[in-house]
């Protein structure tokens, strides 16, 4: 397996200095085949494509904008503070958020409303799965870019009972026949840990979350066997291993990086899979929970380059650029022409009540709506800032509050 990394190693240098990277220049350099798709539109002339303005950076264009900075976590900026709470004193007082904006790295601005509330983060968690999988493949590789990119890109995964069931369908590229749908993902799917990252980041696949946190726990327990186990070997182990480790494991691998970035447990923590069949192996340890400033510490450890290590930090950054259709706090007009790394989560819960009728992303009992983005304004401001925004907010869809807080948030950096 090893000879064979190095061979492909080999071809992908030698085909790269031809070809560009991802985002959506990407294929060649992940081999994840909706980027080959979404380049073939962008260069036909003949296609629009319906990405908006923003997905349009290349993967050299993408830096980590606080890069070699030691920062110290900035106190609240008291004008922006009283801005936010202007704006929310005309909302429902379920909603929490922070802001920062990392325009000058010398003057940043950090403000937040109801910052250490705790939300049911949703499918923002999977976050922490991409967190947890590039430091166990730290801990194999060292700094050894080539070998973690070379087992991103040709190890082979098949979803197994981790895959099910799964609400969301996900990007199918038949190159040779050129033929683009999309569909759910089934037990005897097969993709690349590269693939499976994408699936989890563009499509916010369940699927995708669990099998990839059962790989990094396999990455934990093998070490440098992972690359060249074979399958059988794999599901031997969440076979044969008693459950209460297997719980304990879990928990471990998906929580300890989080600590490591000095986030607290009540700001940010993985209770478990996010599939049933997952759990046919694997129990859950409590519940997930997550707060905006749990959260904003993420993307400020972020694009210092302090994720795992300067490269993996550039990785997951590329993996949040949005090069897919945005949503909720995302598809906001007012960052539309803008780069935008995004991930968004909900989750919703009815209970019997008289006279409610049950829509979808409107629950009575719980209706979680979450996302973080970091934009980088497009115009002649160069502005940069990044926002958690978390709400709970019952019997109603608050997708278009979201919109409106995207505009407005918008709206305050470009005064500052």
């Excluded at 909706?34 to 993967?59: C, E, H, I, P």
């Excluded at 004008?79 to 004193?89: A, L, P, Y």
Aim: glycine fraction near 6%; aromatic fraction near 12%.
């Amino acid at each position: 397996m090893k000879k064979t990394l190095v061979v492909v190693i080999a071809i992908l240098i030698s085909f790269t200095e031809f070809v560009n990277a991802y985002p959506i220049d990407g294929y060649a350099y992940t081999g994840i085949d909706r980027l080959a798709y979404q380049w073939k539109v962008y260069q036909d002339s003949t296609v629009k494509s319906t990405l908006k303005n923003g997905a349009f950076l290349m993967m050299d264009d993408i830096k980590l904008n606080l890069l070699g900075q030691d920062l110290q976590w900035p106190k609240e900026d008291d004008k922006m503070e009283r801005t936010i709470n202007g704006i929310f004193n005309s909302l429902e007082p379920q909603y929490s958020l922070s802001i920062m904006d990392i325009s000058d790295p010398k003057h940043i601005k950090y403000a937040s409303r109801k910052e250490n509330v705790g939300y049911q983060p949703g499918s923002v968690g999977k976050l922490a799965v991409a967190i947890a999988l590039f430091s166990e493949l730290e801990k194999i590789y060292g700094n050894d870019w080539d070998m973690i990119r070379a087992v991103l890109y040709t190890k082979e995964i098949k979803g197994g009972d981790f895959a099910v069931p799964n609400h969301h369908t996900v990007p199918f590229y038949d190159i040779k026949k050129d033929k683009y749908y999309s569909r759910h993902i089934t037990v005897d799917d097969s993709f690349t840990l590269y693939e499976w990252l994408d699936h989890m980041f563009s499509k916010s696949s369940n699927a995708a979350a669990s099998i990839l946190m059962r790989e990094a726990i396999l990455m934990h327990v093998m070490d440098k066997q992972y690359d060249c186990a074979s399958r059988e070997e794999m599901e031997a182990f969440f076979v044969d291993t008693d459950k209460d480790i297997l719980a304990d494991l879990s928990e471990d691998v998906m929580n300890c990086p989080l600590r490591d970035l000095g986030i607290a447990e009540d700001d940010w923590k993985l209770g478990g899979f996010f599939t049933r069949g997952a759990g046919k192996y694997v129990p859950r340890q409590g519940g997930s929970i997550g707060s905006t400033k749990g959260l904003m510490q993420y993307m400020y450890a972020l694009e210092q380059g302090k994720v795992v290590n300067e490269r993996s930090s550039l990785e997951i950054k590329r993996m949040m650029y949005l090069t897919d259709r945005r949503i909720r706090y995302a598809g906001s007009g007012a960052i539309a022409n803008d780069a935008v790394y995004f991930k968004s989560g909900s989750l919703y819960s009815f209970v019997d009540e008289p006279g409610f009728v049950k829509k979808k992303y409107a629950g009575n009992k719980f209706n979680y709506m979450n996302s973080i983005a970091i934009v980088e304004k497009s115009d002649s401001t160069k502005k940069k800032y990044m926002v958690a925004l978390m709400s709970n907010v019952l019997r109603k869809n608050s997708v278009s509050e979201h919109y409106g807080l995207a505009t407005q948030m918008d709206r305050l950096i470009a005064k500052e």
